[in-house]
């Protein structure tokens, strides 16, 4: 699985972060999502390594600005987890 950290400015409310939830949703298959107007950022959980283009974008189609994007492994940690 890989987590994927995507900068995005000018999200000001809880629907911005829904309207971004919803766009990754639909564009990626991600098991999480959780974008954040606070710090500027959304995080996505996927299964495979997704696209920064396609990424990118994802967020300017919805009418944000795409800022960074990182890439990393990403290994579920929990009560249950190995």
């Known amino acids: 699985m890989f987590k994927t950290t995507v900068g995005i400015d000018g999200m000001m409310c809880g629907m911005c972060e ?14 999480k ?9 959304a995080e996505i959980i996927s299964e495979t390594e997704l696209d920064e283009e396609a990424v990118k974008k994802a967020v300017e189609e919805t009418g944000y600005t795409f800022t960074s994007f990182s890439s990393e492994e990403y290994v579920k940690k929990g009560l249950f987890s190995k």
């Not at 829904?18 to 098991?31: C, I, L, S």
């Open 18 to 31: 829904a309207h971004m939830n919803d766009a990754f949703r639909k564009a990626f298959d991600v098991k």
């Open 33 to 41: 999502v959780k974008a954040s107007r606070k710090d500027k950022c």
